[in-house]
């Protein structure tokens, strides 16, 4: 029986999981649709589907270097106990190894590539931890970087893995150096390597920002344009990698320290577990008192 896009969004939709999953069952069951949920019962992908509302803002940010191949993703769950569990770690320590050797090129791609011998995919996978795990667990996000023989990666984890940032450096082969720059990244949030990368239009309004907080300071007008020029170096420092002092010698500025090494840096990125994810907040009393009502 030919399976059609509108069944697995119909299988989907009763079951909450995922596309890949929900035509490999109507495949199996040859488009039946209550064989096809069973069969998702069976697998342990529906109790996964159970848990699909749920909130997953915890977890952790991990990075791996193979040679010349780094990646950092981001794996969510809904507690930090779970981030302890190692069948939680043992399974991001998996998905990092697979992104690392197949690249996928994006987050969908990634969950629908093969993961093992037995046919599932990595997002039939997850969904196979969270039915023993107990909890949403989802791949958010990942960045694969590659670099030369001549180059390093910098690589930190902070907080088992609250914070993760992976920075490729050009021009030095210091390893532990670009760990530093990487701590440095972890703790200092910039947003752009140099102040040239800032868009023009974000100075822009920062720039007439400024001006009017300097006009309602009721500092001359004519001296309210250099007085912008001031701050707008201090708003470089808060954004640019390059504009920043230093974390561990807050008297050196990071670019002097990358020239010193020759070096340049070519890229970076940091993830902060959770961030721009909107988090339940549980009151605990209520929540028993609730269960004890029912």
């Given amino acids: 029986m030919k399976i059609t896009a509108a069944m697995v969004k119909e299988l989907r939709e009763k079951t909450g999981a995922g596309m890949m999953d929900c035509k490999k069952a109507l495949q199996e069951t ?3 649709m209550e064989k096809a949920i069973d069969y998702l019962r069976e697998k342990g992908i ?4 159970k848990k699909a509302d749920r909130i997953a803002a915890e977890g952790t940010a991990y990075t791996l270097i193979e040679g010349n191949t780094a990646v ?12 302890k569990n190692d069948q939680f ?5 998996e998905l990092a190894e697979h992104l690392i050797s197949q690249k996928p090129s994006n ?9 093992n011998g037995n046919g599932d995919t990595v997002e039939t996978h997850i969904n196979k931890a969270v039915a023993t795990i107990g909890e949403k667990i989802t791949l958010r996000r990942f960045v694969l970087v590659d670099k030369t023989d001549a180059d390093v990666f910098g690589a930190y984890t902070h907080l088992n893995g609250t914070i993760g940032t992976l920075v490729l450096l050009e021009g030095t082969t210091d390893a532990e150096f670009a760990r530093d720059i990487a701590m440095h990244i972890a703790a200092a949030n910039p947003q752009f390597i140099s102040r040239d990368d800032v868009d023009a239009e974000l100075v822009e309004r920062e720039r007439e920002v400024l001006k009017q907080q300097a006009l309602n300071e009721g500092k001359p007008e004519k001296i309210v344009e250099k007085m ?9 420092e808060d954004i640019s990698l390059l504009e920043q002092s230093f974390v561990k010698d807050p008297d050196v500025k990071v670019k002097k320290l990358v ?3 020759g070096a340049t840096v070519r890229s970076f990125t940091r993830y902060q577990v959770g961030e721009g994810i909107e988090k339940r907040e549980e009151n605990f009393a209520e929540e028993v008192l609730n269960q004890m009502k029912n």
Wanted: hydrophobic share 45%; charged share 30%.
């Fill in 30 to 32: 040859d488009g039946d």
């Fill in 46 to 49: 529906s109790s996964a589907a």
């Fill in 72 to 83: 950092l993703l981001e794996i969510n769950c809904e507690t930090d106990f779970v981030t």
């Fill in 89 to 93: 770690q043992a399974l991001v320590k």
């Fill in 107 to 115: 987050l969908e791609e990634a969950l629908a590539q093969p993961l």
């Fill in 228 to 236: 912008v020029e001031g701050r707008l170096g201090k708003f470089f």
């Fill in 259 to 261: 020239a010193d090494k």
